[in-house]
């Protein structure tokens, strides 16, 4: 089921995605371009600069009770986690068991307990996201005009996201108290699905790494400290974020209310989720235009601020994420 709800939800954002090149103007495009501003786009530039800065920053601070890593390497490490997490569909999670793997070569502390930490830290930044997402699905439904059909598909998606992502998580914390052993042990009846169910020898040493990482992330995840440092990181995060498109609305003489940009943006990286294209390209650049068209916005302006500002992500991701990723392998020969 979850692989057709994707499928579905893939081909709808193709076919948007296909409506909206078949209608783009270029020249009207090309224009726009012009009246671009250097001062603007340049702080836009290091907008996405400073957000990376600040994922790096609430990693290392959660990380911190582990390893007191170097933060330039440490920052190298984030940098390819991203350029991994671009090069794959999906969820992008790729890159947390690189970074996980890197700083354990790098400071001898076992993988899993590495791996819990940045598992928590991801947790923690994700309730950000999905605070941001539910705050632009709510805005949508409620001060801009929608056909009746889109309102009432917001509202069903509204429903799922809160209980899939909220009223479930937080039954299984309370039922388990973040212990992952007992939630496997109350799941016998999935055994079944166990690779290594007739190899004891292996069974025994995954479970002793498993015991490792949920620990690691029990003690992570309920830190006061870091997780109040981890939700105000990740704030910073995303207005920075949010900051690199009305940055490049400005740049083309476009003045955009800023909650506008919230939604595209957050909706937009949600999008990336469900995408089958490595990082959500095409698909994420798609869904930002027809968004800000639904509200308004010119569709040659919407082009040009979606597409640079994926570019911008791009340079960071892909060319400064793969030199990243080409130097810790030299460094590790």
């Not at 212990?179 to 055994?191: E, V």
């Not at 994926?310 to 994420?321: E, K, N």
């Amino acid at each position: 089921m979850k692989r057709y709800v994707k499928v579905l939800f893939a081909l709808i954002i193709l076919v948007l995605l296909i409506y909206f090149l078949l209608n783009i103007n270029f020249l009207e495009v090309y224009n726009v371009l012009q009246k671009i501003s250097t001062f603007y786009f340049f702080l836009a530039f290091i907008s996405y600069s400073l957000a990376f800065l600040m994922f790096n920053l609430r990693s290392t601070y959660s990380l911190k009770w582990i390893v007191r890593p170097d933060f330039w390497f440490f920052q190298k490490t984030t940098l390819a986690g991203f350029f991994i997490n671009t090069i794959t569909p999906g969820a992008q999670i790729g890159g947390d068991p690189l970074k996980a793997y890197i700083l354990s070569k790098k400071y001898k502390k076992p993988f899993s307990k590495i791996f819990g930490a940045i598992f928590a830290d991801k947790i923690i930044h994700t309730l950000i996201s999905l605070f941001f997402i539910l705050f632009s699905v709510l805005f949508l439904i409620t001060f801009i005009p929608l056909p009746s059909g889109l309102t009432f598909i917001l509202q069903i998606f509204l429903f799922l996201i809160f209980f899939v992502f909220a009223i479930i998580p937080l039954f299984s914390i309370i039922k388990t108290k973040l212990n992952l052993k007992f939630t496997l042990r109350k799941l016998k009846w999935l055994a079944w699905l166990n690779p290594v169910k007739n190899n004891e020898k292996l069974q025994k040493e995954i479970g002793k790494k498993l015991g490792s990482f949920t620990k690691s992330f029990r003690k992570t995840i309920t830190n006061k400290k870091i997780f109040t440092m981890g939700i105000i990181f990740s704030l910073i995060y995303w207005f920075l974020n949010y900051l690199v498109s009305y940055f490049l609305f400005l740049s083309l003489g476009f003045k955009i209310n800023f909650f506008f940009v919230i939604i595209v943006v957050s909706l937009g990286s949600l999008v990336g989720v469900f995408s089958p294209s490595p990082g959500g390209v095409g698909f994420i650049e798609g869904f930002m235009i027809f968004l800000y068209s639904i509200i308004g916005i010119n569709f040659a302006t919407a082009v040009v601020v979606s597409l640079l500002s994926r570019m911008i992500f791009y340079f960071h991701s892909l060319i400064v994420g793969g030199i990243s990723l080409i130097s810790l392998k030299k460094y590790f020969k």
